[in-house]
């Protein structure tokens, strides 16, 4: 954290303007909106909500959206974070966030490795194949919400 705030980036965050801050913040909450609106769609179609909604078009148009919306997310995290870095340390909701982040990522990577979802599009799954993407659908549920509230709660430490 400490290397963090006197970084480069930390450096160009604080003494950059007074609008800086305000802006990468609406930039993250963009991200967040992004990232979370569609992946919620997502989840909820694995968890066999939405059922006349073909699964190759919800997975088409929410996985790009959540893509971006992650990558807009991650990288005005960071310049966020650099900004007063040190303030953050023995922050609980910080401990939250982050490790429900890194369960939502391992969730997508197990997700993308399972031959049930390399399927979607090209074959009829199982019922067996379907509960494992319910599975993943409800652990990538859970953890970005938890990731969603943690970040929210942050400020109020
Ligand atoms: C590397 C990734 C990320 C970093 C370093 C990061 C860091 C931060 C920081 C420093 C804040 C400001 C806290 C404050 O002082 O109020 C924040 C706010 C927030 N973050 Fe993140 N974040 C990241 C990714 C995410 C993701 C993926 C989500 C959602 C799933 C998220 C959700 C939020 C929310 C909801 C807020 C509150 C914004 C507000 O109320 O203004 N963040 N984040």
Redesign the pocket.
């Known amino acids: 954290m400490v290397w963090l705030q006197g970084s480069v980036l930390g450096h160009a965050m604080r003494e950059s303007g007074v609008w800086t801050y305000g802006v990468v913040?609406l930039v993250?909450?963009l991200?967040?909106a992004s990232?979370?609106g569609s992946?919620v769609v997502l989840d909820l179609r694995l968890l066999g909500v939405w059922r006349t909604v073909a699964l190759p078009s919800i997975v088409g148009t929410t996985v790009p959206v959540a893509t971006f919306?992650?990558c807009t997310?991650?990288?005005?995290?960071?310049?966020?974070?650099?900004?007063?870095?040190t303030?953050?340390i023995g922050?609980p909701?910080?401990l939250v966030?982050?490790p429900?982040?890194a369960v939502?990522l391992m969730n997508v990577l197990v997700l993308s490795s399972l031959p049930s979802w390399k399927a979607i599009g090209h074959r009829e799954l199982s019922r067996r194949e379907h509960r494992q993407l319910a599975v993943a659908g409800g652990v990538s549920f859970t953890s970005?919400?938890t990731?969603?509230?943690?970040?929210?709660?942050?400020?109020?430490w």
Not at 73 to 85: D, K, M, P, Q
């Open positions: 913040n993250h909450i991200g967040v990232l979370f992946i919306g992650f997310a991650a990288l005005s995290g960071i310049c966020l974070l650099a900004t007063n870095a303030e953050y922050n909701f910080l966030k982050f429900a982040i939502g970005w919400l990731a969603v509230s943690a970040g929210r709660l942050i400020g109020y």
